[in-house]
């Protein structure tokens, strides 16, 4: 029953807003957003977990990047940065979920007891695409700079993994999920 709670909330363990300590810096709010995004793909793993329902899913792949790209545009958020960024959100997503499986067919005892709801998990995950694209337009000129954007970056990820207590395989798949954060829009205007 709890985890159902959580999945209608739309948080793992906790409501997002109980973190006493966020991660510091610019890059923050956004690496918050990023680290609830790798939680929430705890609950897409244990609602597949189990079932014929592959880790993968490419239709709903470019669903979630037709959104990015729609927002984006109507938000002014070069739309190019902001896809590349949710490739990495989804290529994270699908490392914690091929983490959780390994360890969960290894370790039964730790598999989730109750299979969440995938379609309520989306609806949470589209909200959080609105949510971050707005934190990539707030972010957009400091991503411009590559040196003050890695240093806020890695003050971020660092105080976001530890106020999180991200275990290695999430802490792993945060890197992945910021790969594209300092270098998105540099390579678009690079291209340009
Ligand atoms: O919605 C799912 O089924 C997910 O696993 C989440 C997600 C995502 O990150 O948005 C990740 C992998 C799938 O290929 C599709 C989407």
Do not use: M, Y
Not at 132 to 161: D, H, M, Y
Not at 175 to 180: E, G, K, L, N, P
């Amino acid at each position: 029953a709890p985890q159902a709670v959580a999945v209608t909330t739309g948080v793992s363990t906790k409501p997002a807003s109980s973190a006493a300590v966020k991660p510091l810096g610019k890059l923050g709010p956004l690496t918050g957003l990023i680290i609830e995004r790798l939680l929430v793909s705890d609950d897409v793993a244990a609602s597949k977990f189990g079932t014929d329902s592959p880790i993968e899913d490419p239709l709903r792949e470019a669903q979630v990047l037709e959104q990015v790209r729609r927002q984006a545009g109507a938000a002014g958020v070069d739309a190019e940065a902001a896809v590349a960024i949710f490739r990495d959100q989804i290529t994270a997503s699908k490392q914690v979920q091929r983490g959780l499986f390994d360890r969960w067919t290894a370790h039964p005892d730790e598999a989730p007891t109750t299979r969440p709801d995938l379609g309520q998990i989306r609806t949470r995950l589209d909200q959080l695409t609105t949510d971050l694209l707005v934190e990539l337009k707030n972010t957009e000129p400091l991503r411009g700079k590559p040196i003050g954007c890695s240093v806020q970056l890695t003050l971020a990820e660092v105080t976001g993994a530890a106020v999180e207590r991200l275990d290695t395989l999430h802490r792993q798949a945060l890197r992945t999920a910021t790969d594209s954060v300092c270098g998105a829009n540099e390579l678009a205007a690079d291209g340009s």
